[in-house]
């Protein structure tokens, strides 16, 4: 059909090639142009979803900023408080206190991370902040503070435990005119971290609050975890509050 001077015949070799390459045009270039559309597309959907990721990251991220922009004032207010109480009682007890808020700063200031600490680091914090209302309260007050070793180099949502600890110390501590005691334990439960906070006061309420502190421990722990964490509130056997969280390495 194609060579002058030849004769065509239907079922011939050269035919038959013919046809086949005119099959694979036809039915071929429709597929393929379908294809990279399709890959196209997704790379499109790919990218949209991407860029709305990264918008979500960055939102997380300036909601947990502005969380800690609220426990830092927070936490100073209480601390300012206490120690304005004692510049005239007694003024090397308030002096101690300043110094030991000086620490508090300088363990806020050197750290590179706001999402996240070392539960050694978070520990640090509360034990600055125990010794600052033992120093308050004196006898009234004491404090044990115990995590398993093997808890001490994973990373717990940073400023998470101090108001919790607050609390305790506030409806723990402050409400009873005997000396009461504060536990707080850290300890590993297969991929879980669980961290318990006890104190001696009167029990909790049915639908226990806690105020500001424990709003803003919720609100950073929903943005890190979503429903992946749960904090319970108990009061039988023992009164405590216990945070439950993923191992972090």
Known sequence: MLWPGHRYELMSGGSIYILNILIVLVIGIPVYVSEESKSELNSRISNQQFRVLQLEQQQTVFELELLRAKVNPHFLYNVHNTIAGLISKDPPKAEELVMLLSKFF??????????????QDELEVVETYLHMQHIRFEDRMKYIIDADSQTLNLNIPSFVLQPLVENAVKHGIETCTESGLI???VVLDGDKMVISIRDSGPSFSDKPSGGLGIQMVMNKLKLLYADGFKIEFHNNPEKYVCLTIPAGN
Not at 106 to 119: A, E, P
């Open 183 to 185: 536990v707080v334990r």
């Open 106 to 119: 300088r363990f806020t200031l050197n750290k590179g991370s706001v999402t996240f600490h070392t539960v």
